[in-house]
């Protein structure tokens, strides 16, 4: 065959006259191998499998072509020889064992375009029996997917078959390696018993469990799932990629309350940012095929960060049932974070409210929480469609925030959340929360928050107050006004008198009065002249406007002291006092 395609590649014309001998003498070596075995007869057999899956196709060859190459083809006899797929198709694989009379052929992968005849050959010798392949769809077949095992424990895997048609066939459990592929690991029938396998089938789930025990480094690498079709040749319904790790971590315990929700933040590595990272419930084994999305359940959100080293999940409305190990994962490699939900019952988590503020103020939002949070950590969150602000205001240590405020009433298990200043941009979905387990937070009450504008009635209850205010200040200033006019007329009217007594002159502006001691009825007296007491000039002038100064025209000198009647009673409820001649 190599220098066939030697001599194809050199010269067409040379080549095509050298191929048809080739087939001519390829045709006359298959005849000559029928006749020159006695009793042998050319026989078929057909095999099935299934798109996705793969197909272990098994050659068995007579003694005396031990020492000759064999080979597997596609084709019909005349043809088959020429197009080996082994040489062009990756997806191939060829097995010799060790006695060199058995050939075992893998084919992955499969299509539509696989079906057809295929035969086993021995170079410059004869072809096996023929071989025809029908690949057809079926609810089987997954693409290949990746587990990872602790070194020194056990791990499950479980292989779906596809429909009633394969649940009386025997099933097997492979491991491909490099220079051999083993196909009798563990099969179902007949019953085999190991130590380091066990295989059980639940026929009315179509599905196949192997358990591996007590595993090892060496247990790593690649299995396949298969069902038995025809007498020893098996398809391949799935690839298993098994990774070996060390003792297993012990996963992160997180509690959630039911009707609640909780937040579980995965932290990866920077040089797995450029894979696909994934959220899942189960062991390491059974975990890659139990993915949750937001297409499996509507209640799980996943929020991955601009800086892609971590992945925020949102899984709300808990129930009992969620309880359980999920991991943090990447695609293609081992498991990397088990957390392990504990479901609590707890007086916490109502269902969701909706509370309405308005523009411009502010509102309270209150949780409450469970007796067993009273020290754990208050959370206040915001929900976004591409992420959730698990720190808008966090208890301890009590953030200064000018929007938020906080505080917690450990007595009443009620914490009180109020946003200031409220705009139309704060309307949106809020979550109440405790923390739980490093940043993770349980989350115990939605809220969904709406505002509206500014009520009419608010404005006009503004405005009555402005001018309310503004009509006092206006009286008060106009009271003011008035009374310092009102104090500048009176002195601006007021007369300036002068009086002589005990020999000085004496001014008294009207208005302003002297006490005079009470010495009895006043004798009388004649007129007299005084004279004016040694003053300044502008004495008592301080007193007036200066406008005034020039209004003062007569000052009295003396004092014309009145002649009262004997009969006129003077101070008649004030007791004299007794005159002595000395006073005299």
Sequence with gaps: MRYLNQVVSTNDKQGHRMMCSFRMKGILFFALCLISVPGRSAKSRTLKAYINGGILIFCKFDDQHREKQKYFCKGEASTCPYNRPAHNDSRVFQYENARRDYLTV????????????????????????????????????????????????????????????????PKHFCKQQKDVIETDLIESKPSVTEQKYSLSDNKSANLFSVTIHELERKDAGIYWCGVRTGTEDVALTSQVNLQITGKQKVPVTLRGFNTGGIAIICKFNNKRKHKKRYFCKGNSTTCPHN??????????????????????VLLTYLTSKDAGIYHCAVEDEEMHTAFNLIMKEGGCCESPNTTTGHEGGHIEIQCKYPEEAKTNVKHFCKQ????????????????????????????????????????????????????????????????????????????????????????????????????????????????????????RKMEFPDGIYDDIEDIGPPPLLTSRSVSPPNLPDDTGLHLLPKTSHTQINTVYATTEIPTIPGDVPTYSNIQSPIHTSADT
Aim: aromatic fraction near 8%; hydrophobic fraction near 35%; charged fraction near 20%.
């Design 291 to 312: 993915r949750l999305t937001s297409g499996t359940d509507s209640r799980f959100l996943q929020y991955e960060n601009v800086q892609e080293d971590h992945l925020t």
């Design 106 to 169: 893998l084919i992955t992968n499969l299509t539509s375009e696989d079906s057809g005849t295929y035969h086993c050959g021995v170079e410059d010798g004869c072809l096996d029996d023929k071989i025809t392949l029908n690949v057809k769809s079926g609810d089987c077949c997954d693409t290949p997917f990746f587990i990872t095992g602790f070194e020194g424990q056990n791990i499950n895997i479980q292989c779906k078959y596809s429909g009633a048609e394969n649940r009386d066939y």
């Design 384 to 503: 976004h469609d591409t992420f959730i602000e698990l720190d808008l205001i966090v208890s301890k240590p009590l953030q200064k925030n000018r929007m938020y405020s906080l505080s917690d009433n450990k007595t009443a298990n009620v914490f009180t959340v109020t946003i200031h200043d409220l705009e139309m941009k704060d309307a949106g979905i809020y979550w109440c929360g405790v923390r739980t387990s490093g940043n993770n937070v349980a989350l115990i009450g939605q809220v969904n928050l709406q505002i509206t504008e500014k009520a009419p009635i608010e404005d006009m209850k503004t405005s009555v107050v402005m001018v309310i205010v503004a009509l006092v200040l206006a009286v008060t200033f106009f009271l003011c006004y008035r009374h310092i006019q009102s104090r500048k007329r009176d002195r601006s009217n007021s007369v300036i008198y002068y009086n002589t007594v005990n020999g």
